[in-house]
């Protein structure tokens, strides 16, 4: 029997649980009105890295670039909100608030509008840490060669591109175990995990308990006899944007994480994660809203975009699905590429998702294997994973080595090079996209496509295996001497030749002798001037 004081104390404790309960919440402000910061002075907000970036690819410093107005947060904090995450560009906070404050949060000059994100208030003021451990999964294997050969790692890594300089962004749920694991040793010990952020938590440990983003970022960064990652010697930044619950705040999380990329001057980000249904059916997408302007994550791609930042994710595992077959947000965008999943048979993965978009553009954009992908166990040894979460950084780490080839291209240029080397480029579908790419036949097309463009003068093959390239000179080179200079890139002159073209001879062979796989340059100076073409020995 309960007395009616006790039950009085129960429903007043009840009351105090209620009141004190926390959701979050995006704010977006009206104006960056009162900023401090100004787009004429970028190095008090970008680093030179990020501001480099925008320089070579001549993107002008915006003002969404721009800190949000700190006075406009500090004025949420006097009300009682707790702040947490700001953006750029879409300016806005992420806070924790009761729900009753929400309309005096709403009723201030300067705010815009507020967004419910997601329940319970799981973010920390303090960072607090916690690990877990997980079993190893799958078979093992004791080498990573063949779905680096699908797409020419393995003759990009032979030339000496393997990331080095790159700056790679892997924004994923967690990467459980990472600091003991020795094919990771290389990053920790050469310090090139230049940061790492829970956003879901606010700590700066990604090493939860779970395993997904350790195993991506083991097809892109692992370096061991057993597995060789895309881009080993690339720097990485890791940021956990995913929660165990599907709730909109996610996307947010994903925007907050790449504006902090932008800042450091990330050259690629991967994300293999994707949205579409929520928790709370009142967040959900609908397949209309997969048309690249639509979900906040999409949008945020796009303006991550426009700062000419590369973009790689996964196209989604739901191929098989009859509620929702096509790609998930942000594969839908139209500035990043959204990678499928192909098997062994170079065939689409059953559960790879399909396209097109809502506004019917060819999506996947390309695919790399997923079925059976090579990656790290919590332990160390090598396990298999499926999914187009790990055919994602298969291609991000293509990009990052053609980027190393030709530093110069915008990173518009450089996703429609990866789509102009697909498999099926001239007859692309909306199972695979444009097909499977491959390292040798990109830079084959960025050489005969661009940088500059030298139509009458034709390097084969290139890249080369053999001990000699050849040139063959157009008609405007006939009767007249040329020199032709081997040149290492950083200027120095291996071999050198002097050649006269004629209708009949019109050809040279240039000896590479015991010269070392890399980039080199083959340097024409003739009466109409000089250029140089690119050479890869592989």
């Not at 977006?28 to 910061?37: I, L």
């Not at 500035?335 to 998702?353: E, P, W």
């Not at 790419?437 to 084969?460: C, H, K, R, S, W």
Request: proline share 4%.
């Amino acid at each position: 029997m309960v007395r009616a004081g006790s039950i009085s104390l129960i429903l007043y404790c009840l009351t105090i649980g209620l009141s004190s309960a926390q959701d979050r919440y995006m704010v977006f402000f009206t104006d960056k009105s009162g900023t401090t910061f100004s787009t004429s002075n970028p190095q008090q907000f970008l680093s030179s890295r990020a501001i480099a970036r925008r320089q070579r690819q001549q993107i002008a410093i915006a003002e969404n670039d721009l800190p949000v107005n700190q006075t406009y947060v500090e004025a949420l904090e006097t009300l009682g909100a707790e702040t947490y995450f700001t953006t750029k560009w879409m300016n806005g906070v992420l806070i924790q608030a009761e729900p009753g404050l929400i309309g005096a949060i709403e009723a201030l000059s300067f705010v815009d509008r507020t967004e419910y994100v997601g329940p319970d208030a799981p973010l920390s003021a303090d960072g607090s840490d916690s690990d877990g451990a997980e079993s190893a999964q799958g078979a093992e294997s004791t080498q990573s060669d063949f779905q680096n050969d699908m797409i020419g790692i393995s003759a990009m890594h032979q030339a000496g591109f393997e990331g080095q300089g790159m700056l790679i962004a892997v924004f994923d749920e967690g990467f459980n175990n990472l600091s003991s694991i020795p094919a990771f040793d290389h990053l920790f010990q050469e310090n090139r995990i230049l940061y790492t952020h829970d956003f879901t938590i606010n700590r700066s440990n990604v090493e939860n308990n779970v395993t997904h983003g350790r195993r991506v970022l083991s097809v892109l960064a692992a370096r061991s006899e057993e597995l060789t990652g895309t881009a080993p010697e690339a720097s990485f930044i890791l940021s956990i944007t995913e929660a165990s619950g599907e709730y909109r705040v996610e996307e947010y999380n994903w925007l907050f994480a790449a504006e902090k990329a932008d800042s450091a001057g990330v050259d690629i980000i991967n994300t293999s994660l994707g949205y579409n249904l929520f928790l709370d059916p009142s967040m959900d997408y609908s397949l209309s809203d997969m048309d690249g302007r639509t979900t906040v994550i999409t949008r945020a791609t796009n303006i991550a975009a426009s700062k000419g930042i590369a973009l790689v994710t996964s196209a989604g595992n739901t191929g098989q699905s009859q509620l929702w077959p096509i790609i998930t947000a942000p594969g839908d965008s139209p500035h990043n590429l959204a990678v499928g999943s192909v098997n062994a048979a170079l065939q689409k993965a059953r559960i790879s998702s399909v396209g097109p978009s809502a506004d019917n553009r060819v999506k996947p954009d390309v695919a790399a294997l997923g079925v059976s992908t090579a990656v790290t166990g919590t332990d160390g040894s090598v396990t298999f994973s499926d999914g187009t979460s790990f055919a994602s950084p298969l291609i991000a780490g293509l990009m990052a080595g053609v980027w190393q080839v030709y530093p110069d291209l915008t990173a518009n240029e450089l996703l429609n090079l990866i789509r102009l080397s697909g498999s099926q480029y001239n007859n692309p579908d909306n199972q695979i996209g444009f097909g499977i790419p491959n390292f040798i036949t990109t830079v084959q097309i960025a050489g005969e496509i661009g940088l500059p463009v030298v139509e009458d003068l034709t390097v084969y093959p290139n890249p080369v295996s053999d001990s000699f390239v050849n040139l063959a000179f157009d008609t405007s080179f006939f009767n007249r001497e040329v020199r032709v200079e081997l040149v290492r890139t950083n200027g120095q002159v291996i071999n050198e030749y002097n050649f006269i073209p004629t209708e009949r001879d019109n050809r040279i062979q240039i000896g590479l002798g015991d010269n070392p796989p890399g980039l080199y340059l083959l340097k024409v100076v003739g009466q109409g001037g000089s250029f140089a073409k690119k050479l890869i020995r592989l």
